[in-house]
């Protein structure tokens, strides 16, 4: 599916674009032959790239699910008694009491949006914490539980790689977790004439490359075949137009990039994409 924005737009998110990446790109399209105040032929200017003024992949995308169970330690597993437990975000659920038919949070997910709750099961009021799996357990708890009756709080809840999360509870109570939505990284990247990426700008990319003159690749790490893409020359974005298509060669995961000068010549330079899905 090829995606095209008009040139207004393309020349809004290029400037935007080079805003934000520290890109000075006055010069780039004057002539050699340009006068200066005095009458004496100016020489043209040279583009120059600045770090970026904002931190790459610093932010996450939420997206809503229908509430769905993914643990209940009443149905699995039974009390979490003043110990450690880990559970999976992402599926299957069976193991630990929740949905056997999966919640539709995918592998990519970085965070849940969960309504965590505890019964005490030993007369004993406590505490629940939960973190990703492998790093150090925060100081912080979640979940504060009576012994009167059930309580539950709607928590963010990050997770390792694998999607998996730990809990720990202060004396013994079941819990249960219901998840409303999930958080992924979003999808860009802002590539070099050489196809790697430049200062470090990108999100869920997991490779770019640069097959041939004008052409750029830039694997993600989801499906994006039904996403839409817009790419911008950074550089020469008034002169140049960059069109991209996702669904490359069979490719699920893949956007292919090409940029073309005023007579339809593929051109290397500064570039972005950026992913809706």
Same mark, same amino acid.
């Given at each position: 599916?090829?995606?095209?924005?008009?040139?207004?737009?393309?020349?809004?998110?290029?400037?935007?674009?080079?805003?934000?990446?520290?890109?000075? @790109?006055?010069?780039? +399209?004057?002539?050699?032959?340009?006068?200066?105040?005095?009458? +004496?032929?100016?020489?043209?200017?040279?583009?120059? !790239?600045?770090?970026?003024?904002?931190?790459?992949?610093?932010?996450?995308? &939420?997206? !809503?699910?229908?509430?769905?169970?993914?643990?209940?330690?009443?149905?699995? #597993?039974?009390?979490?008694?003043?110990?450690?437990?880990? /559970? *999976?975000?992402?599926?299957?659920?069976?193991?630990?009491?929740?949905?056997?038919?999966?919640?539709?949070?995918?592998?990519?997910?970085?965070?849940?949006?969960?309504?965590? %709750?505890?019964?005490?099961?030993?007369?004993?009021? %406590?505490?629940?914490?939960?973190?990703?799996?492998?790093?150090?357990?925060?100081?912080?708890?979640? +979940?504060? &539980?009576?012994?009167?009756?059930?309580?539950?709080?709607?928590? @963010?809840?990050?997770?390792?790689?694998? #999607?998996?999360?730990? +809990?720990?509870?202060?004396?013994?109570?079941?819990? /249960?977790?219901?998840?409303? #939505?999930?958080?992924?990284?979003?999808?860009?990247?802002?590539?070099?004439?050489?196809?790697?990426?430049?200062?470090?700008?990108?999100?869920?990319?997991?490779? *770019?490359?640069?097959?041939?003159?004008?052409?750029? @690749?830039?694997? &993600?790490?989801?499906?994006?075949?039904?996403?839409?893409?817009?790419?911008?020359?950074?550089? &020469?974005? %008034?002169?140049?137009?960059?069109?991209?298509?996702?669904?490359?060669?069979?490719?699920?995961?893949?956007?292919?990039?090409?940029?073309?000068?005023?007579?339809?010549?593929?051109?290397?330079?500064?570039?972005?994409?950026?992913?809706?899905?």
């Amino acid at each position: 599916m090829s995606i095209h924005a008009s040139r207004t737009t393309r020349l809004a998110l290029a400037g935007a674009a080079a805003v934000a990446l520290g890109l000075a @790109t006055a010069g780039s +399209v004057v002539a050699a032959g340009g006068a200066s105040p005095n009458g +004496v032929s100016a020489a043209p200017k040279v583009v120059m !790239a600045a770090a970026p003024q904002t931190d790459a992949g610093s932010e996450i995308q &939420f997206i !809503a699910v229908t509430p769905c169970r993914i643990l209940d330690t009443r149905n699995v #597993g039974g009390p979490v008694n003043n110990t450690t437990r880990t /559970f *999976t975000a992402v599926g299957p659920y069976a193991g630990q009491g929740g949905n056997v038919s999966g919640c539709g949070i995918p592998s990519s997910a970085v965070a849940v949006e969960l309504n965590l %709750g505890a019964i005490a099961a030993a007369g004993q009021d %406590g505490w629940v914490k939960a973190w990703p799996t492998g790093t150090t357990e925060p100081l912080a708890s979640l +979940v504060n &539980f009576p012994t009167t009756e059930p309580i539950a709080n709607m928590v @963010t809840v990050p997770v390792n790689g694998s #999607g998996q999360f730990t +809990v720990r509870t202060h004396h013994s109570a079941q819990l /249960f977790g219901d998840v409303a #939505g999930y958080y992924v990284k979003p999808l860009y990247a802002t590539l070099d004439p050489s196809g790697g990426i430049y200062n470090g700008i990108s999100s869920g990319v997991v490779s *770019t490359a640069h097959p041939s003159t004008g052409i750029y @690749t830039v694997t &993600f790490d989801r499906n994006v075949e039904h996403c839409s893409s817009v790419s911008n020359d950074l550089i &020469f974005s %008034g002169t140049r137009d960059a069109s991209s298509d996702v669904h490359v060669n069979g490719d699920d995961n893949t956007v292919e990039i090409h940029v073309t000068d005023t007579t339809g010549a593929l051109v290397d330079t500064y570039l972005n994409v950026q992913l809706s899905c």
